[in-house]
Nanobody
Framework: QVQLVESGGGLVQAGGSLRLSCAAS????????MAWYRQAPGQERELVAR???????NYADSVKGRFTISRDSAKNTVYLQMNSLKPEDTAVYYC??????????????WGRGTQVTVSS
C-alpha cells in the first residue's frame, strides 16, 4: 500500500507562483513515474507534467515554460513549481505515482488532490 500526501495548493493572483509537493510513503521497491494531473470543473482530468525515474520530463503544451516538475528520490517526493499562473490553471491538482511493488507488480496510486485557484 502507498500513501500520497499533497500540499501547496491555494489562492493566488494571476501572474503569481505556487509550489505543489507530493510525498509518497509505504512499502514498494521503486517509483517509476511521478506525475501531476489536474481537473477543472466540468472538464476531464488531464496530464500536467510527469517525471520518470531517469529524470526525463514531459509537459502539457499549456504549461510549457511556466511549470517545472522535479523529484527528490531520497524523499520519494515530487514537486510542481508553477509560475506565471493564469486563471485557466484553476483546478484540483492530483499527484499520481507508478510503483514497482514488493510482489514485483506495477501499481498506480493517486493522491486526494489539492485545490489551486488563480484569480484574475
Amino acid at each position: 500500500q502507498v500513501q500520497l500526501v499533497e500540499s501547496g495548493g491555494g489562492l493566488v493572483q494571476a501572474g503569481g507562483s505556487l509550489r505543489l509537493s507530493c510525498a509518497a510513503s509505504g512499502s514498494f521497491v521503486s517509483i517509476n513515474v511521478m506525475a501531476w494531473y489536474r481537473q477543472a470543473p466540468g472538464q476531464e482530468r488531464e496530464l500536467v507534467a510527469r517525471i520518470l525515474s531517469d529524470s526525463n520530463t514531459n509537459y502539457a503544451d499549456s504549461v510549457k515554460g511556466r511549470f517545472t516538475i522535479s523529484r527528490d528520490s531520497a524523499k520519494n517526493t515530487v514537486y510542481l513549481q508553477m509560475n506565471s499562473l493564469k486563471p485557466e490553471d484553476t483546478a484540483v491538482y492530483y499527484c499520481k505515482v507508478n510503483i514497482r511493488s514488493r510482489a514485483w507488480s506495477l501499481q498506480e496510486y493517486w493522491g486526494r488532490g489539492t485545490q489551486v485557484t488563480v484569480s484574475s
